[in-house]
């Protein structure tokens, strides 16, 4: 029997008010045999896997059923028609309803009749601004739930409906009545009217909606920027033709052109030209890189210098700049497990404030208190309880912190990473590619007597310019203009040798030649030296060594003041890791490691008792990847390491590692404490209102306002700057 992997959808859910509606639509789509479905209520959005037997129809009509719509995709514009529509609606709110309310505040203006046309200013705010809430909460009736909405429509409802049967059937609408002002809940007769209270909750609910829906849009800022980066069109080169065609038309092994200024259209490989390239945008970097012919750009950077001609590698989804964006969505659209706490909350809060809320007002009957004093603290239980905040805490700040990490060049696979970033102990430092350059560099050149440092580099350069090692490379690229080379020979294990300027020239291995005491030994301790050999007498030495990078020592500092203990791991031999750890003050080395030995290596570390981050590049770390807490791989190696990791660093700076966690942690941080002013706000407004002790129309404004701080609070994450900065 064969089995297939669930096929994946991303949809566009409108009509959600709160978390409770998130988690009602999540229920229901689970229910589906073979669908995972999570729904988040910041991004508006539902990440559903389904099997083969369903379709996509299947699952927007079971959100339908539930009451609200879906879509794929999701329009673009959603955002900014929300954030609109709630404006509009808040606007004429404010402008008919603050009459209202100084009218019930403030004695002086109480002119004749002015209870009847705060009536006709109130049924205007109440059922045609406040329409939404109405709406939601009928047709989670409909489907035996309650939301948010719910608590909302009964509070407005239930003050609107008391002050007009007060008005028509009680004291309330004689000409001339009058009435105080009191932050408390008035115990007094069928003469008082509550619309300031329903006029100045729906009014103060509209303008937390509206601030939120801004906000929102605000924490998803930093991935549609990301998205923005690709450029729209492109010159592509056809018969030696510059044709200008949308991106979208841009094929796999096209050549394209890109200007100065202009932005780099898809991921590539410069064939012609050299530039510095911006890759700010996508990496993080400050400093431009400079490229030429045989190097790879990445789509959406842009040239600084002079004119590329690139051959097209990656298009549409395959880019670079694609993938990233669907990591981040894919971490906004998952929840932590705090949040999952918070979902299951929610989903009982509202029944059992309804609960409260009738107990409540049974309670104060039964105390001898007015029916209007009881019917008052009942919509204050009701409006102060909203569990909108519980909703808002986790996903705002995943919006914003993996938002802020990809424009730093740090990609987040999924939140439950986050909860790991707060446990690691040790962090496991791969050396080639990560501590150090991963490719040989040139490091000394040591001439005998009677002959120039320079000379020996010239003539080995020659000869090595015909020869592919990485040894050769590191040789020529320190040479600008190459003497030209006659009679190349290879001889594997040896060497190479050639005639330069009339000279028999050989370049080849420390043992295969005799050295003259003025050689000194040093230069094997430096890295791997080869013997330069002119007409068969040995002139120098040249030495190649994989170099640390320039940041590692700054990084390996940065993860000691997170708490974190520093492990080289590598295959190289002792004495080479020694020095490496040496030079970057590491203390426990683990060397002459096999690929295949570096899970065990890691396995070892858990085993004793550490929880181990791992940071590698190369496919041999893809396991030890996998095998760690916490997997950071190096966005500068291999797509295998990178599909083991939890944690991308797009750029191959070990500074960016301790970035990661440290951004990590923060959003963590922060998703904590916006979990807790939520479920504080919500312990400490319910007594409250139950006692009499809240206006209805105070609950209101603080019940909107907590939405808001929670949103506020994560769109700090927005400042957090690199350490490199």
């Known amino acids: 029997m064969t089995t297939t992997e669930p096929r994946h959808v991303e949809l566009s859910i409108s009509g959600m008010t709160c978390a409770s509606c998130a988690r009602r639509i999540e229920r229901k789509l689970n229910k589906l045999d073979g669908v995972s479905a999570t729904v988040n209520y910041a991004t508006e959005k539902a990440s559903v896997q389904f099997p083969d037997n369903l379709r996509v129809d299947d699952l927007v009509s079971t959100v339908r059923a539930a009451g609200y719509d879906a879509e794929e995709p999701a329009p673009e514009a959603h955002d900014d028609d929300e ?41 205007v705010v109440v059922w045609v601004c406040g329409w939404p809430f109405h709406r939601a909460a009928a047709i989670n009736a409909r489907h035996g739930a309650s939301t948010m909405d719910t608590l909302v429509s009964m509070g407005v409802t239930v003050s609107y409906l008391w002050s007009l049967y007060a008005l028509v059937f009680g004291e309330a609408g004689m000409i001339g009545m009058r009435h105080e002002f009191s932050l408390l809940p008035r115990p007094t007769t069928s003469g008082d009217i509550y619309l300031e209270v329903a006029v100045g909750v729906t009014v103060f609910l509209l303008l937390g909606r509206w601030l939120e829906a801004r906000s929102k849009r605000s924490a998803g800022a930093a991935l549609r920027s ?223 007597d009677g002959v ?22 590191a040789i020529v690229r320190e040479v600008p203009e190459l003497l030209p080379v006659s009679d190349f020979v290879s001889t594997d294990g040896v060497g190479v ?31 791997t030296v080869v013997a330069v050999s002119f007409d068969d007498k040995v002139v120098g030495l040249v030495v190649v060594s994989d170099v640390v990078k320039p940041t590692s020592a700054q990084a390996i500092r940065s993860l000691r003041e997170l708490g974190l203990r520093p ?17 970057v003050d590491v203390d426990e080395v683990i060397a002459d490691v096999l690929p295949a030995g570096k899970v065990d290596a890691i396995r070892n570390l858990q085993a004793q008792g550490r929880v181990v981050a791992m940071v590698g590049d190369g496919v041999n770390d893809a396991p030890a990847l996998a095998a760690a807490d916490l997997g950071l791989a190096m966005g500068t190696g291999t797509d295998v390491a990178i599909e083991a990791s939890d944690l991308t660093l797009v750029r191959g700076d070990l500074r960016v590692a301790a970035d990661a966690i ?51 609070n994560s769109l700090r994450l927005r400042g957090f700057r690199p350490s490199a900065a």
């Open 83 to 123: 954030a609109g529509e709630l404006r509009l609606r808040f606007g004429l709110a404010a402008a008919l309803g603050v009459p209202v309310i100084a009218f019930s505040m403030i004695p002086a203006l109480q002119f004749p009749a002015w209870q009847w046309v705060s009536l006709a200013l109130a049924s």
């Open 497 to 527: 040798s050639g005639v330069v300027e009339g000279r028999r020239v050989v370049v080849g291995r420390l043992r295969n030649v005799s050295l003259p005491m003025e050689l000194t030994e040093a230069a094997v301790a430096q890295g």
């Open 662 to 712: 440290r951004l990590s942690r923060k959003t963590l941080g922060t998703i904590k404490g916006n979990l807790f002013w939520a479920f504080a706000y919500n312990v400490a407004g319910l007594p409250l209102a139950a006692l009499g002790l809240l206006n209805p129309m105070i609950a209101g404004a603080a019940m909107a306002f907590s939405s808001v701080f929670v949103v506020t």
């Open 452 to 473: 120039s440092r320079e000379e020996v580099l010239r003539f080995a350069a020659a000869v090595e310019n015909a020869s592919e090692h990485p040894i050769a490379a």
């Open 226 to 448: 990301l998205l923005a980066l690709g450029a729209k069109d492109v010159s592509v080169l056809r018969d030696g033709v510059e044709t200008r065609i949308p991106v979208a038309a841009l094929q796999v092994g096209e050549q394209f052109v890109v200007r100065p200024g202009g932005r780099i259209a898809t991921d590539g490989l410069v064939v012609e030209g050299s530039s510095a390239v911006d890759r700010s945008m996508v990496t993080g970097e400050s400093v431009p890189v400079e490229v030429g012919a045989g190097d790879q750009v990445v789509g959406g950077t842009v040239n600084a210098g002079g004119r590329l001609v690139v051959s097209a590698t990656s298009v549409g989804a395959d880019t670079q700049l694609a993938r990233m964006a669907r990591l981040v969505e894919h971490a906004q659209a998952g929840k932590a497990e705090v949040q999952r706490l918070a979902d299951r909350v929610s989903s009982v809060f509202v029944p059992v404030v309804v609960v409260i809320a009738l107990v409540a007002f049974g309670a104060w009957l039964l105390a001898g208190r007015p029916l209007e004093f009881a019917v008052t603290t009942a919509v204050a239980v009701l409006v102060i309880a909203c569990p909108c905040a519980l909703g808002l805490a986790t996903p705002t700040a995943l919006l914003v912190g993996t938002g802020r990490g990809a424009q730093l060049g740090i990609l987040v696979k999924g939140p439950e990473v986050l909860e790991s970033t707060r446990r690691v102990d040790t962090v496991v430092l791969d050396k080639t590619g990560t501590v150090t350059t991963g490719r040989l560099t040139l490091v000394d050149v040591i001439p005998a």
């Open 567 to 583: 492990v080289l791991l590598t295959g190289d031999n002792a004495e080479v890791a020694a020095s490496v750890a040496a030079e």
